[in-house]
């Protein structure tokens, strides 16, 4: 069965403390891995998408990168604003005819602190 | 430009009633998907209209039904409403499916 696993399921940092999000995949034929931020009660906001082994995409404080099995969500100097549940989400080729749904992780909640 | 709406924003039914929630997809858009996150969990996939037909469906039962109308906006469906259906309800738009989606803000679905 396909699956997308997160770790850690939290993280608490200080701030400036830097670290890595992880997010391993089993899916054949991987379309592309989409990172999502949610803040509590609200709906997932879109972050990066990669679709092949060793891209990376960066925005602010955050990076994302990709390999066959898995993708890193790197964050650097962190603020107490970027708290919120990471979600890792792949897009196999076969959960709807286009090819075009998600699956997602169960996320990463990030606490960071000043 | 208007992104992804939803509503209503919070909702409470008693177990057996239906419920009918919608969906605004963002201007452009042809594809919405629609997903169920319990509390604790990520979204999981319920089904998908591309141009107002279904076009894929995750393992819910049925009762969950949905609609999509020329303006491309969506509506989902649930009959027989069950304690277990308590979530949060999201929609996704996106344009032929094939970019990055974009989210609503979701419908808290109280079953009680």
């Known amino acids: 069965e396909d699956q997308v696993t997160q770790s850690p399921e939290a993280l608490r940092l200080q701030e400036g403390e830097s670290s890595s999000l992880n997010c391993s995949y089993t899916v054949s034929g991987l379309r592309g891995l989409f990172w999502y931020r949610q803040d509590p009660g609200k709906g997932p906001e879109f972050l990066f998408t990669?679709?092949?082994a060793g891209e990376e995409k960066e925005k602010e404080r955050l990076k994302a990168t990709l390999t066959k099995k898995e993708s890193f969500l790197h964050i650097t100097a962190p603020k107490p604003e970027d708290s919120a549940t990471y979600l890792c989400a792949v897009q196999p080729p076969y959960l709807n005819q286009a090819g075009t749904a998600l699956i997602f992780g169960k996320g990463t909640t990030l606490s960071v602190s000043s | 430009e208007t992104g992804v709406t939803q509503s209503p924003t919070h909702l409470i039914k008693t177990r057996g009633q239906q419920v009918t929630l919608r969906c605004s997809s963002q201007?452009?858009?042809?594809?919405v998907s629609w997903y169920q996150q319990a509390l604790g969990q990520g979204p999981q996939f319920i089904f998908q209209?591309?141009?107002?037909?279904?076009?894929g469906r995750g393992n819910f039962p049925p009762r969950f039904s949905g609609l999509q109308f020329p303006n491309y906006s969506s509506e989902l469906n649930v009959n027989a409403l069950e304690l277990d259906d308590s979530a949060l309800y999201l929609c996704a738009s996106s344009l032929d499916g094939n970019t990055e989606a974009f989210f609503g803000q979701g419908t808290r679905l109280t079953v009680v």
């Open positions: 990669l679709y092949s």
């Open positions: 209209y591309y141009r107002e037909e279904e076009n």
């Open positions: 201007s452009g858009h042809n594809t």
